[in-house]
């Protein structure tokens, strides 16, 4: 049986394949269905929190900060927004889409940076206040699905810590995430990439398609949640937060 209220729903993967526009599809999604949702990202989402994100995806920081260092400061952001943020959120039966949690950090320090899995766990353990995901989605990209095409990824602009780190660290996050999803199936879901998408510039039509595709396969498996959990689940209606 679930513990506590609300539904926590996380959306993971590497950087640009689509976490924020899905997110707030779902979030459009379910409250057209008469749910009250709230949509939170990680790291940041408070103040405090949001001063360490700036820390940590500064590439000026990226060789002033060891991985262990990094991975403790992210467990500070994440122990101080699951307390202010996330925890009051769900204690009001809202559900929850968030943009990245546990399972970045796993796939990002431990898989990518190389820390000890068992040290690594621990700490995710205690910053997480034992609130855990009911259900995460891992969104495979066009790079994650040929991952050699990392090799001549192009940025918008200044790459954060984790883009300047190049294609091979890149690699072994998206391994992570796999072995991740393939040691839980049943709670960590992949939403492969669609290779529906030939044009170089495809048209809002065809994006939106693509979209509402993805968004499908993700309801597929929350509506059963929805149903089975609803008596922890605020179904006032209205327009969802977002932070």
Request: proline share 5%; charged share 30%; net charge neutral.
């Amino acid at each position: 049986m679930k513990e506590g209220k609300g539904l926590l729903i996380v959306l993971e993967g590497p950087d640009d394949c689509g976490k924020s526009t899905l997110a707030k599809m779902a979030i459009d999604n379910l409250n057209s269905m008469g749910y009250s949702t709230t949509h939170l990202r990680e790291p940041g989402g408070v103040e405090l929190s949001e001063h360490l994100r700036r820390i940590i995806l500064d590439p000026e920081n990226t060789h002033k900060l060891d991985a262990l260092t990094r991975a403790m400061l992210f467990g500070a952001s994440r122990s101080h927004f699951v307390a202010q943020r996330l925890k009051p959120e769900l204690d009001k039966g809202n559900v929850v889409v968030q943009e990245r949690y546990i399972l970045s950090t796993k796939a990002y320090q431990g898989y990518g940076d190389g820390i000890n899995h068992e040290q690594l766990n621990t700490l995710c353990e205690m910053a997480s206040r034992g609130v855990k995901p009911d259900i995460t989605f891992i969104l495979e990209t066009r790079r994650s699905f040929d991952m050699r095409s990392l090799d001549t990824k192009e940025f918008m602009g200044k790459p954060d810590a984790f883009e300047a780190k190049g294609p091979e660290f890149q690699r072994r996050v998206w391994h992570g995430y796999l072995e991740l999803q393939r040691k839980d199936p049943e709670n960590i879901k992949l939403v492969p990439y669609l290779d529906l998408i030939k044009e170089s510039l495809p048209s809002e039509e065809t994006l939106m398609m693509y979209r509402k595709l993805r968004l499908e396969m993700m309801f597929n498996h929350i509506e059963p949640l929805l149903h089975k959990y609803g008596e922890n689940i605020n179904r006032q209606s209205g327009v969802g937060s977002v932070s």
